[in-house]
């Protein structure tokens, strides 16, 4: 049957559309593409073809349909043959040592779009210009992905995965041979790339083909295996695990954690966690949650205190759905359930490492060695227990692409790097992954629950110990909506020429002095030699950071993916001040006054964040 030919009156359109429709062999997304012709739905053609989605450091991510601006096999294709033009440019040994392709459970039936469809297209197209391909016979946490690229030295990974997003949403992740995810300008170079090799070559579409191809295998069974040995290294209260009563309840928010979490939990020798039976097997509806994110805490998580109550488990722990996140829950002794924030978990986990370690090392010098990460928008907790241990604290950007980058150039000069984490529920409690890992990073809290559990101390119990002895770390996070890119520009720029005066930052902020300002954005920094930052800047995002005198920080910074301007303020308190509640106080009148003085939500029509 001959496709329709596309005649909006807009002959840009027109010629996007007709390329499409050459190109697409996926007769779902065609008859998609006609049906919107022949209705003459513009509005919805322009929607789809106007503008091709974005490559960046992350990959790309947007829903799943026909059209340039979405994710479907044609641009699956041509995204993997830009990539793999770029991996050619970049060694000349790409046809020796191959590529690691994983993917999680999502599908779209309306477009015929799947994560495992378009991991095959991927390999096929690996394939047809002769590079080994190492695709995953079954669905993988993305952790796995970067596991693989790093053990079996190969030069890069893909993962097709759209983790916590909502269910229509697919996406593509890009991991070097370091292991860690892309960094410019490596974005830049694959996205032209792409943009010179948009038609589909030879044997792009033949995924029967290139399943038979002896350059394809699946490495599934031996990463599984060596993956489950290396996480081991961490187990350090194995016959604690055994004979210990703690019982935890896991959700896996029906993405594909269940199967490894459970197996991590075997092989540190921990009691298997009770699994939330509706939300075990994955399911790419995700019909029992508004939004498969356990961010989102009580909503996403309360099957699994249903669950906890019926077996009478006192600590949840939850996955997104490609498991590279955590979260965890606890039951109070008031019979309510504390979901514990990304920072709160950060510290727990960043003190059960150092702990372990300190148990381990009996060479006392070897601190100097130790390195621990954070994002510079997460609790600054660690540098303090890294000022009173002896450790190294770094932080980094937003995002693990830095932090991963940042540990693999520690490891490569003989450094240990213990920890690394960020507030949205992201940990690196291994280096055998240069990524955020909810796997590794549930049976290490498992054994934590555990070893506490056996001095009858609870998690909450232990972040009060943590606070007490290394200072009170409170924070509150948050964000506004704003659709109107111009409200933000001058929202921002307004911070930079405060009170009309020309480059100057504001010295307070309604009673709260300000000490110190850095801005990320232009590359300003108060506390620096020559007032010039250190961590990398980026005129296309915006970012300030400001220090005060009584302890507190706050960043305001857009969102690379939503209409959002973020905030995120912590009061980080001296040893000893341990008045929990004045302080609470403190941070919610400083969190005040940023919002009345700095976001002005009503002179510039800002939305608050639903509740």
């Known amino acids: 049957m001959d496709k329709v030919s596309p005649n909006t009156g807009d002959a840009t359109l027109d010629q996007a559309v007709g390329e499409w429709l050459r190109y697409d062999k996926n007769p779902k997304t065609v008859s998609l593409v006609e049906k919107l012709l022949k209705d003459d739905d513009i509005e919805t053609l322009k929607k789809h073809f106007s503008s091709r989605m974005e490559f960046g450091t992350a990959g790309l991510r947007a829903a799943m349909g026909p059209g340039i601006s979405c994710m479907n096999d044609l641009t699956i294709i041509q995204t993997t043959q830009g990539f793999c033009r770029y991996l050619e440019e970049s060694f000349d040994n790409l046809r020796e040592r191959g ?6 459970a999502r599908a779209h039936p309306p477009s015929g779009g799947s994560s495992k469809h378009f991991a095959k297209l991927a390999g096929a197209v690996f394939t047809s210009r002769g590079v080994p391909v190492h695709l995953f016979s079954d669905i993988t946490p993305t952790p796995f992905v970067p596991f693989t690229v790093s053990h079996l030295g190969l030069c890069a990974g893909v993962m097709v995965t759209a983790s916590h997003n909502p269910k229509q949403d697919n996406g593509y992740k890009v991991y070097w041979e370091n292991g860690a995810q892309i960094v410019s ?10 943009m010179d090799n948009l038609e589909p070559w030879s044997g792009s579409w033949d995924t029967e083909g290139a399943l038979k191809n002896s350059l394809l295998e699946d490495p599934y069974q031996e990463i599984h295996t060596h993956y489950f040995k290396a996480i081991q290294k961490h187990c350090h209260h194995r016959d604690l695990n055994k004979s210990s009563h703690v019982k935890i ?18 092989a540190f020798d921990l009691h298997p966690p009770y699994p939330v039976a509706e939300q075990k097997d994955p399911d790419p509806e995700f019909p029992t949650v508004k939004y498969p994110n356990p961010e989102e805490g009580e909503g ?9 109550k019926a077996e009478g488990a006192t600590v949840v722990l939850a996955n997104d759905p490609d498991a590279d996140r955590l979260a965890a829950a606890e039951k109070q002794e008031s019979g309510e359930w504390r979901v514990f924030s990304g920072n709160e978990l950060g510290a727990l986990l960043g003190w059960w490492m150092f702990h372990c370690w300190k148990e381990q090392e009996t060479n006392a010098a070897a601190v100097k060695n130790v390195y621990m990460l954070a994002s510079t928008v997460s609790s600054k907790i660690l540098r303090a227990i890294a000022l009173k241990e002896g450790f190294h604290f770094e932080e980094t950007l937003t995002g693990f692409k830095w932090m991963g980058n940042r540990a693999r150039d520690l490891l490569n000069w003989g450094k240990t790097v213990l920890f690394a984490f960020e507030e949205a529920i992201g940990y690196m409690c ?8 909810g796997v590794s990073a549930a049976a290490i809290a498992g054994e934590m629950v555990s070893y506490l559990a056996a001095k009858h101390k609870s998690l909450s119990q232990q972040l009060t110990s943590i606070y007490e002895e290394y200072g009170y770390h409170l924070s509150k996070n948050s964000y506004f909506i704003c659709h109107d890119q111009k409200v933000i520009r001058s ?12 480059d100057s930052y504001p010295t307070k902020c309604g009673p709260f002095a300000i000490t110190a300002v850095r801005d990320l954005t232009t590359g300003y920094d108060s506390n620096q030699p020559g007032n010039k930052a250190i961590l990398p800047t980026s005129r296309s995002s915006q970012m300030i950071t400001f220090t005060f005198s009584n302890g507190g ?18 009061l980080c308190a001296a040893p000893g001040n341990s008045n929990v509640k004045h302080l609470k106080e403190e941070l919610d009148q400083l969190v005040s006054a940023i919002v009345e003085n700095f976001f002005q939500p009503q002179k510039n029509k800002l939305q608050p964040k639903p509740e």
Do not use: C, W
């Open 99 to 104: 590529v690691v392709i994983g993917y999680d």
């Open 185 to 194: 300008p490596h974005d830049k170079g694959i996205s032209e790339a792409i």
């Open 249 to 266: 309840v896991h959700t896996s928010v029906h993405g594909v954690g269940h199967t490894f979490v459970q197996a991590a939990f075997k």
């Open 300 to 308: 996403v998580l309360t099957l699994s205190f249903n669950l906890a």
């Open 430 to 437: 291994s280096p055998s992954v240069l990524d955020k890992d």
């Open 491 to 502: 929202l921002f720029e307004d911070l930079r020429n405060y009170g009309g005066s020309k």
């Open 553 to 570: 920080v706050a960043t305001m910074r857009t969102s690379g993916t939503e209409p959002k301007i973020k905030y995120y303020t912590e």
